[in-house]
Nanobody
């Protein structure tokens, strides 16, 4: 069992930066980790994943602006978000899965966090 707790959301201006963190309990180092987001009235969509070996995948909409990383010693995964746009406004969910990102870039997800709000003003 893995429990996930996100932090670092908040309000930013367009062009600004935020860093999200996700602290995991349980078996962290062997799991793929990732981030999804859900904007009001829209479906949840993948943002980025990182496998246990460090292979990363990004949605086209965030490539070149967002960076996912992980610190296995701290059981934490990060999402550095730069050059933020108003369309990045969403609730961001941390996720984990034993095979997440290993074969398909954004699935399968076994565990979800509760989410953290990111709001980008224009």
């Amino acid at each position: 069992q893995v429990q996930l707790a996100e932090s670092g959301g908040g309000l930013a201006q367009a062009g600004g930066s935020l860093r999200l963190s996700c602290a995991a309990s349980g078996t962290f180092s062997t799991n793929g980790m990732g981030w999804y987001r859900q904007a009001p009235g829209k479906q949840r969509e993948p943002v980025a994943t990182i496998t246990s070996r460090g292979t990363t995948n990004y949605a086209d909409s965030v490539k070149g602006r967002f960076t996912i990383s992980r610190d296995n010693a701290k059981n934490t995964v990060y999402l550095q978000m730069n050059s933020l746009k108003p369309e990045d406004t969403a609730v961001y969910f941390c996720c984990a899965g034993r095979l997440l990102g290993a074969v398909r870039p954004f699935i399968p997800v076994d565990y979800w966090g509760q989410g953290t709000q990111v709001t980008v003003s224009s």
